[in-house]
C-alpha cells in the first residue's frame, strides 16, 4: 500500500515538474521574444507612454547700430491655452475665465458654453499675444485659483519688435508669413533676408521622459537635445543712429518743403565702405518697400563729371594745366549741339579746374573726346558701373550699360557729364569715394560685425578693396579741384564756415519718350569732409523736387549742408582751427579758417599762429621769416600772390590783448 502510495507520488512530482519546467521554458520565451524578437515594439510603446519630445524655438539674433540701439529685436509672447477635456473637471470655471479676461476681450458665458461643446477635444487658444509681464501675473492668479498646469497652459512665441520700423523698413527689412501660410515667420527684405542664415534661431528638438501619468519628469543622466544653436547671432551694423536720426530729420524737412517722388540719402565712410546712415523716401509698406539707394536706377548728370576728369588725369589725356575753349558756352559734336547749363563759363578757357567749378559740358566734351570708346568703357568697369557694388544687401539689381560697341557715336560725350548712364545712387557714391579715397574702388557694406549666442565675434567686417582705379596723385588733385568747387564754385552753398569740405552738384534732366522731359530733373550733391583725408561721404539725390529753383546747387547743396552741420556738433568735430580762450568760467571758440591745402597763390594768414603757418607751407620749398610773438598781424607777399617764384613769406606777430 505504501509502495502504490509512493509510486502516485513519484508520478505527480514527475508530472508537476514536467509542468513547471514547461512553464519555465514558456517564459523564457516569452521573455525572449518580448526583450530580442518584440524589442522595437515594445519599447516604441514604452517610450511612446513615458517619452515628451517637443520642438523649442530659439531667439532670433538681435539687429543693431553700431552705437548699440536695437533696430530689430525678438520678444517672448504667449497665447493663453484651454485644455477642455481637464477643465471639465474645474468647479470654478467662471471664475478663472474671468480673472482670464482682465488680459484680453472675450465673453465669459460665450466662451463657457463654447469649450462645453469641445469637452472632448485637449486644445483651444482663448487669448494670444500675452506679455511676458501679463503671462508672469496671470500664472500666479490661476495659480491661487486652484488651475494646475494641465487645465490651462501658456504656449510660448517669439515676436519680432522693430522699434523704428517705417523709417529703417528699407535697410532693416522684415518678418512675415509666406503666401503660402506657414507657423512661422520668415525673412522678406533686407538685412533680414541677406543674413537670415545668421539671424535664424531655429528650432530645436527637446527630449524628456515622465512618469507613467506624465506628472513629474524622470531625471536621467542627460537631457537629449540635437546640437544646433539655440539663438541666432547679433548683426551689428556700421549705421551710427545719430546720423541716421540727423539724416532722416532733415530729409523729411525737406520732403515737407518740396515733395519729391523720391529721395535717398547715403552717408558712407570712404576709405571702408561701411555704410553709417541710409535714408529712403518714401518708405513704403510690407508689399510696397523699396530701398532707393540701392536700387533706384537714374541718370546722375554732373555729379559723374569728377570720375571722367580723374580717369583722364590719370590716362595723362590731360594735366591740371590743360585748357580748353568756350567761346559760346555751346559746342557742336555728332551732329548735335551740347550747351552748359549756365553761361558763367562763357568765353573762357576752362582749366579742368574749371570745367568742375562751372560744371561744364562743354569742356566735359573736349576731354571725353580725348578718350577712345574702349579706354571710356574700361574705366566705367573700373568705376564699377558695369557691376553690382556687392553690398550686403539681399535686393541689388542688375547694372544696364551697354558695351562700347552698342553706343551710338554721341554716347561718349553726353555720359561724360552725365547723362545716358544709368547707375544707382550707391554705384555713385562708391565711384565718388574711389576719387576721393586714394583711388581705391570699395565694396560697401552694412554691417560691421556678427556675434554669436555665447558673445563670441564670428565676423569681423574689413575693408574689401576691388581694384585700385587711380592714383593717390590724381586723387589729392581731384579732391582740391572739388574743394574749390565748394569754396568758390556751383557747391558754395554746401560751403560750412571753418570746415575743409569738397563736392559737385548733379542737376540732370529726366529722360522720357521722345527725349528728356523740359522742366523735370533729378538733383543731387555728393560731398565729402575733410579734404586731406576724407572721413565722411554724403551723397543727396531727389527726383523732380517741386520747386521753382531747378538747380542742384539751389536745394540739394543746402540739405548736404544741414546734414553735415548737424553731424559735425554730434561728432564734437570743431573747425579747422579753434582757438579756446577762457573768458572766466566760460570757454569760447575763436574760429579761423587754415587753408592746410596750398594752392599756388598766397593764402590769408592774419590771425594764424607760427605752426600753423609752417604747416601750411611745409611741403613747399619756401622759408618763413618769422618777427615778434603771438599770431599773425601782417604778412607778405599779399594774398592772391603767385607762389611759383616766392622764396620767403614774411610774417609778423602781434600778442592778442
Not at 544646433?228 to 551694423?237: A, E, P, T, W
Amino acid at each position: 500500500m505504501i509502495d502504490n502510495n509512493n509510486e502516485r507520488f513519484k508520478k505527480r512530482a514527475k508530472l508537476l515538474r514536467t509542468i513547471v519546467l514547461f512553464m519555465f521554458l514558456g517564459l523564457i520565451f516569452q521573455l525572449f521574444r518580448i526583450q530580442i524578437l518584440m524589442h522595437s515594439e515594445f519599447k516604441a510603446k514604452s517610450e511612446k507612454q513615458v517619452k515628451s519630445l517637443y520642438k523649442e524655438t530659439g531667439r532670433r539674433g538681435k539687429i543693431l547700430a553700431s552705437t548699440g540701439e536695437d533696430l530689430a529685436y525678438d520678444t517672448v509672447e504667449a497665447d493663453v491655452i484651454i485644455d477642455p477635456k481637464r477643465f471639465e473637471e474645474v468647479l470654478n470655471k467662471k471664475e478663472v475665465l474671468t480673472a482670464i479676461r482682465k488680459y484680453g476681450v472675450f465673453n465669459v458665458e460665450g466662451e463657457l458654453d463654447k469649450i462645453d461643446k469641445i469637452s472632448s477635444k485637449r486644445y483651444y487658444k482663448l487669448l494670444e499675444n500675452l506679455t511676458y509681464n501679463q503671462r508672469t501675473e496671470l500664472e500666479k492668479e490661476l495659480k491661487d485659483l486652484g488651475i494646475k498646469k494641465k487645465e490651462i497652459f501658456f504656449e510660448k512665441k517669439n515676436k519680432r519688435i522693430y522699434p523704428n520700423e517705417d523709417l529703417l523698413r528699407p535697410i532693416i527689412g522684415f518678418m512675415a508669413k509666406t503666401d503660402e501660410g506657414g507657423a512661422r515667420d520668415v525673412a522678406r527684405f533686407g538685412i533680414e533676408k541677406e543674413y537670415d542664415s545668421y539671424l535664424d534661431g531655429g528650432t530645436r528638438d527637446i527630449q524628456r521622459y515622465l512618469s507613467a501619468n506624465r506628472k513629474r519628469e524622470i531625471p536621467t543622466v542627460n537631457r537629449i537635445e540635437n546640437k544646433d544653436k539655440k539663438n541666432g547671432d547679433d548683426i551689428i551694423l556700421a549705421l551710427d543712429y545719430v546720423i541716421q536720426y540727423i539724416m532722416q530729420d532733415e530729409v523729411n524737412k525737406f520732403v515737407e518743403a518740396y515733395n519729391p517722388i523720391w529721395l535717398t540719402g547715403i552717408m558712407v565712410d570712404p576709405n571702408t565702405g561701411e555704410i553709417l546712415g541710409m535714408v529712403s523716401l518714401p518708405s513704403g509698406t510690407k508689399a510696397t518697400v523699396r530701398n532707393n539707394a540701392v536700387q533706384n536706377i537714374y541718370e546722375p548728370g554732373s555729379i559723374f563729371k569728377p570720375l571722367i576728369v580723374s580717369a583722364a588725369l590719370e590716362e595723362k589725356l590731360i594735366t591740371t594745366e590743360s585748357t580748353f575753349p568756350n567761346p559760346t558756352s555751346s559746342i557742336q559734336i555728332m551732329g548735335a549741339t551740347i550747351r552748359d547749363a549756365e553761361g558763367n563759363a562763357k568765353g573762357m578757357m576752362m582749366t579742368p579746374q574749371d570745367i568742375i567749378m562751372k560744371s561744364s559740358n562743354v569742356g566735359m566734351v573736349q576731354i571725353a573726346d580725348r578718350f577712345t570708346k574702349d579706354k571710356f568703357e574700361e574705366y566705367l568697369r573700373k568705376y564699377g558701373f558695369y557691376e553690382k557694388t556687392g553690398i550686403d544687401f539681399a535686393n541689388e539689381p542688375e547694372p544696364r550699360q551697354q558695351p562700347n560697341s552698342k553706343w551710338d557715336g554721341l554716347k561718349k560725350y553726353t555720359m561724360a557729364f552725365g547723362q545716358g548712364i544709368a547707375v544707382t545712387p550707391l554705384q555713385i557714391a562708391m565711384g565718388f569715394s574711389t576719387v576721393i579715397n586714394g583711388g581705391n574702388l570699395l565694396e560697401p557694406t552694412f554691417v560691421k560685425k556678427i556675434v554669436n549666442e555665447d558673445g563670441i565675434t564670428i565676423y569681423d567686417h574689413k575693408p574689401y578693396i576691388k581694384r585700385r582705379v587711380i592714383s593717390e596723385e590724381t586723387s589729392a588733385q581731384v579732391r582740391e579741384m572739388l574743394y574749390q568747387t565748394v569754396e568758390h564754385g556751383g557747391g558754395v552753398n554746401a560751403k560750412i564756415e571753418g570746415y575743409h569740405i569738397g563736392g559737385k552738384t548733379g542737376t540732370a534732366q529726366k529722360s522720357g519718350k521722345g527725349g528728356y522731359q523740359r522742366g523735370k530733373y533729378i538733383l543731387s550733391y555728393c560731398g565729402f569732409y575733410p579734404v586731406e583725408k576724407p572721413q565722411y561721404l554724403l551723397l543727396v539725390v531727389a527726383n523732380e523736387p517741386h520747386s521753382d529753383m531747378i538747380y542742384a546747387s539751389q536745394l540739394m547743396a543746402p540739405l548736404f549742408k544741414s546734414i553735415m552741420e548737424r553731424v559735425f556738433r554730434y561728432k564734437k568735430i570743431l573747425p579747422t582751427t579753434a582757438v579756446v580762450e577762457k573768458v572766466g568760467n566760460v570757454n569760447l571758440v575763436n574760429r579761423k579758417l587754415v587753408p592746410t591745402i596750398l594752392n599756388n597763390t598766397m593764402p590769408d594768414l592774419k590771425g594764424l599762429s607760427s605752426r600753423e603757418v609752417m604747416d601750411i607751407f611745409k611741403n613747399r620749398d619756401i622759408e618763413i621769416e618769422v618777427r615778434g610773438n603771438g599770431i599773425v598781424d601782417t604778412y607778405s607777399p599779399i594774398v592772391g600772390t603767385n607762389l611759383q617764384n616766392i622764396k620767403k613769406v614774411k610774417i609778423n606777430l602781434k600778442e592778442k590783448n
